[in-house]
Antibody, heavy 118, light 107 residues
Framework: EVQLVESGGGLAQPGGSLRLSCAVSGFTLSNVWMDWVRQTPGKGLEWVGRIKTQTDGGTSDYAAPVKGRFVISRDDSKNTLFLLMNSLKTEDTALYYC?????????WGQGTLVTVFS | EIVMTQSPATLSVSPGERATLSCRASQSVSNHLLWYQQKPGQSPRCLIFGASTRATGIPARFSGSGFGTEFTLTISSLQSEDFAVYYCLEHSAWPYTFGQGTKLEIK
């Protein structure tokens, strides 16, 4: 059974940092591209970024609002995806999901809530 | 960035009736279009990919159509579990973008 479990969310102050993790099971992480998506009541669903497999270069792409501040990485040996969030802003407050597409469907975690407040 | 516009924002339909939801792209996305369903407290679930192909395990009452800039999600006979929020997502160009959602409510 495919499972994705996010963790690491919580409270942070503007300018601070948080690192989210996404532990996966039921598939081989090294074979798939992985995504981070966030959701807020006001802005709805927003793609944060993606990371390719090492075979495809292992590079990441980011949405404009987070580019230069967020870093996606992966540890395939530990079946874990990461999202390092730096220079946090109040508008980064959201529920953060990790997501994977495979086998003609996609799979999401339950999300981890990040709240940035001063 | 491609802008996805969904209509209507809210759709009221009776159980057993047909629901038609629309999604428009600001420029062509070919068939790189997915439809999602999201219920309160749950993660989004993919219903349709490639604009018209049902994802694994999705009932046949869900169908998608369209190409380029105009897309439609049709639910042929609404069941109680279908009342939810529906989103379209284009993945033709980075960054991928979602529509703002259509809330399907019981009439």
């Amino acid at each position: 059974e495919v499972q994705l479990v996010e963790s690491g969310g919580g409270l942070a102050q503007p300018g601070g940092s948080l690192r989210l993790s996404c532990a996966v099971s039921g598939f081989t992480l090294s074979n798939v591209w992985m995504d981070w998506v966030r959701q807020t009541p006001g802005k709805g669903l927003e793609w944060v970024g993606r990371i390719k497999t090492q075979t495809d270069g292992g590079t990441s792409d980011y949405a404009a609002p987070v580019k230069g501040r967020f870093v996606i990485s992966r540890d395939d040996s530990k079946n874990t995806l990461f999202l390092l969030m730096n220079s946090l802003k109040t508008e980064d407050t959201a529920l953060y999901y990790c997501r994977v597409w495979m086998n003609k469907s996609d799979y999401w975690g339950q999300g981890t809530l990040v709240t940035v407040f001063s | 960035e491609i802008v996805m516009t969904q209509s209507p924002a809210t759709l009221s339909v009776s159980p057993g009736e047909r629901a038609t939801l629309s999604c428009r792209a600001s420029q062509s996305v070919s068939n790189h279009l997915l439809w999602y369903q999201q219920k309160p407290g749950q993660s989004p679930r993919c219903l349709i990919f490639g604009a018209s192909t049902r994802a694994t395990g999705i009932p046949a009452r869900f169908s998608g159509s369209g190409f380029g800039t105009e897309f439609t999600l049709t639910i042929s006979s609404l069941q109680s579990e279908d009342f939810a929020v529906y989103y379209c997502l284009e993945h033709s160009a980075w960054p991928y973008t979602f529509g703002q959602g259509t809330k399907l409510e019981i009439k």
